[in-house]
């Protein structure tokens, strides 16, 4: 009686035993397919090197003996990087067939298998030339979601065996249904990501290869004291480094210089496709150009200047051929940002122009690489669209651009402003003489006078350095013999056409802050 029971049980068990190792195999294989996919996909948002898979292969790369290295290419050739992965893929699934039989729900062997691999994926991540602890992170994501889908797959696939039905076939439908959608999640992640990292380092690949182009007419040089030099002080050219980065861009625009075309249309006589190469056959200027946001408060540092090299606007206008009543060029960028630019200061003989490079380098991806529009005396929020594939010509009557339909001034000259950049606020100050310094700027009018005061007496006139252009900052100091106790400092400047820039504290909305720029110190 007992042995046939027995008997029976065995026979039925075997072929669902197996059946239920191979779920469970299948599982663990589904779950590390997840790890890879949300790790692929977290490292294209961050940066591809951070790819789990990846990370390990290069490492294995790097620190292989050179014999291995050797043999490899000697018995694969060309090939050595293709049997690398599918040496990789082969050990991965392998590891994870086995963690998705050993997991229980007790004691999750499978699980910690997982998280082993992971540990290996995030020290080869985090080992990766230019690495932060942020190339961790792809791989922790992925670990999380790998064992998620480890733990439930691995449950689902058991049920069975504690029904009472033989052939029960609910659970098990269940458990290809969770399957089949986490290996489809784990796919569609791990694709969207290899092909949005491939992306990226087509963009890397396409900026080093960029060329600066070759300039005849070079921006003026910076006479002595234009940069006054004094320490904690701002410089006069801005580092690409330091530069205040604004945009509405989640994920920065990875164009390539082939990606790349400018396509402009609308209230012209001849529409214009320029390609990468048509742009670059043309002439073109380095300046210094001083870029402002209109959200910069008073004394803030949304503002920077750097040379630029680029191809006149004007002219490409002049050779689409502008309807006269045509009286706004919108431009938008690859990532349908928009800005609406008076036609007028295009054509009015400043240097606006479509920037290719920045302090002698490749547009940053940040600021807009491989092309962006540079405008001296507007705010960048009307002029200075970065990755700017499309013109428009149009009217202000007609057309609205970004922030415009979000209540900000349709036109946006800069105003006239100063700061005071040293001392820095509340610094300890000894009395006597304290050299104070800073910054003013009224882009494509020009900076006339700086006045400093003490306490709200009278007006002294600041020392200006020599003025590089109208187009660009102007570094300013003023000699304080500073006595003991509380003291107000206040700066404001007048820029060429006599404009004395404005006492009444506004917010930056609708176009731009005004208001003197004050700061207190103890003298003590
Ligand atoms: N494509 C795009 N271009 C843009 C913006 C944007 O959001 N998207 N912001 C503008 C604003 S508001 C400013 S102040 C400047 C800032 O340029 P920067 O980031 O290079 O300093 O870019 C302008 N160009
Ligand atoms: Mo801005």
Redesign the pocket.
Known sequence: MTTTIGDRHEAARTPRRRRHLFSRALAGVIAAGMVLGVGELLAALIDPNSSPFYAVGSTTVDRSPAWAREFAIHTFGTNDKPALFVGMTILIVLLAAIAGIVERPRAPFGSAILAVLGLVGIVAATQRPAATWMYALPTVVGVVAGIAVLRVLTATARAPENSDSEDSWLPRRTFLLLAAGAAATAAAAGAAGRYLGQQVAGAVDNRRAFAIPGVTDRAAAIAPGTDIGVPGGTPFVTSNED???????LRVPRLTTDDWQLRIHGMVDRELTLSWDDLIARTPVERLIT?????NEVGGN?A?NATWIGYPIKDILDEAGVHPDADMLLST?S?H?T?GTPVAALRDGRDAILAVAMNGQPLPF???YPV?QVVPGL???VS?????VDWELTRFDKAEA??TKRGWSAEGPIKTASRIDVPAAFAPTAPGPVLVAGTAWAQHRGIEKVEVRVDNGAWQTATLAPQYSIDTWRQWTWEWEAAAGLHTLQVRATDLDGNVQVEERTPPIPGGATGWHTRSFTVA
């Open positions: 530069f205040y980065r604004i945009d509405t861009a870029l402002t946001c209109v959200s949304l920077g960028s990532d940002f800005a940040e600021h807009g962006r705010y960048g929020y200075a669209t970065k990755w700017v970004y922030w």
